[in-house]
């Protein structure tokens, strides 16, 4: 069973920046899909971003191009959000998740992914 741990949550003001990392337990980090979900208050869980096994395939949810970044370093079990121009609007707990079915198809839909981290929340003020 994978273990998922975000970090990196925080106050910030809009127009700052964040950065949020999920480390991963196992051995086998490289073979998931890697995704990032949020939750806003009140609304349901929502697709962010989706990373391939080693990163070559990415996908974002349209709001948060051009502005959010996901990458991951599979020799340190970990993948980031690096989050700009952050707006009240992205106020939210932020999860991973990891979809250990596959290293290459990537995804927003909450049913592909099996693992999931505790959340770490983001609150932005205006």
């Known amino acids: 069973q994978v273990q998922l741990v975000e970090s990196g949550g925080g106050l910030v003001q809009a127009g700052g920046s964040l950065r949020l990392s999920c480390a991963a337990s196992?051995?086998?980090?490289?073979?998931?899909?890697m995704g990032w979900f949020r939750q806003a208050p009140g609304k349901e869980r929502e697709f962010v971003a989706a990373?391939?096994?080693?990163?070559?395939?990415?996908h974002y949810t349209d709001s948060v191009k051009g502005r959010f970044t996901i990458s991951r370093d599979n020799a340190k079990n970990t993948v980031y959000l690096q989050m700009n121009s952050l707006t009240p609007e992205d106020t939210a707990v932020y999860y991973c998740?990891?979809?250990?079915?596959?290293?290459?198809?990537?995804?927003?839909?909450?049913?592909?992914?099996?693992?999931w981290g505790q959340g770490t929340q983001v609150p932005v003020s205006s």
């Open positions: 196992g051995r086998t980090f490289s073979s998931y899909a």
């Open positions: 990373i391939s096994g080693i990163g070559v395939r990415i």
């Open positions: 998740a990891a979809d250990r079915a596959t290293a290459t198809l990537i995804g927003p839909l909450r049913d592909k992914y099996d693992a």
